[in-house]
């Protein structure tokens, strides 16, 4: 039994929540992961980590695991995340995003968990009218992806003050990268993250890499993000969960980012220095509400919690990507 108490995490199979499950195991933290497969993979969840098949809007399965598990925190994981898709189906993302988040966060209460981390997105923000962003910025969401993710945010904030729950929300900017020790990654086909498609690109699965809009107000004319690799991000989940259990009363909404920025086309340069090779690049026009430039202001999260990135290197980034790339590869191949 472990002396750490029992989180439960849900989308646990994915790509963000396989990380947070290893990191919460190297913390000692008893794990237990819910996930219905949907867009994860049985095989991203250690073999002795309690894993139960289902949906979070399951409440008879969600309170059961409760009980059976004792579990005391929940690390919310589960949804959806392509914004095109969210644009052209916004009910799926008002279901699957805030719908079923407000049935988990009923269990929560029902269940007694006293401890809520959510994964929330700069989307949130939507084209802020300063970059860095801080998180007292305006909230004006250009897509149903960015407003489900707010509307389970402002769920939690009325009812941490109804019930004995606190919470923390993370708002991610670009997540990237893969566990150093190639033990899960990114897996999802099709992904649309840059740094994914670009490492496919490098290994022959893609053609080309396209690049939309060269014409922003940015150095290079291409648009610019905050990469944050996802073990960084999975211990600032870690953190934020010690921080609730050691101030119950306190509540905390966080940008998830390193404050500086790469352009499409340093990303790429940093692709062709890992692999020594040089991939193609094939210039589009912008994509409706692509900001030029996406960063964030992350000095609260490191005031907050003692939150110190261990992986702030965008090469070091693009390499466990691309080992990642070439194991998931073998995977696939044995699969």
Known sequence: MSEKPVILVTGGAGYIGS???LALRDAGYG????????????????QDIPFYEGDIADQDLVNRIIEEQRVRGIMHFAGSIIVPESV???????????AKSRSLIESAVLGGVRHFIFSSTAATYGVPEESPVREDAPKQPINPYGMSKLMTEITLEDVSKAHDLNYCALRYFNVAGADPECRTGQSTAGATHLIKVAVEAALGKRSHVSVFGTDYETPDGTGVRDYIHV??????????LEALMAEP?????????????????????????????????????????DPGSLISDNRAIMERFPWRPQFADLDRIVTHALAWERKLSEIRAEA
């Open 19 to 21: 990380h947070a499950v």
């Open 31 to 46: 794990v237990t992961v819910v996930d219905n497969l949907t867009t994860g993979f049985r095989w991203a969840v250690p």
């Open 88 to 98: 052209e189906n916004p009910l799926k993302y008002y279901n699957n995003n805030s």
């Open 231 to 240: 073990s960084d991000l999975a211990r600032a989940h870690v953190l934020a």
């Open 249 to 289: 009363q306190r509540n905390h909404i966080l940008n998830c980012g390193y404050g500086r920025g790469f352009s499409v086309l340093e990303v790429l340069d940093a692709v062709d220095r890992v692999t020594n090779a040089k991939i193609e690049r094939r210039f589009e026009g912008r994509r409706a509400g």
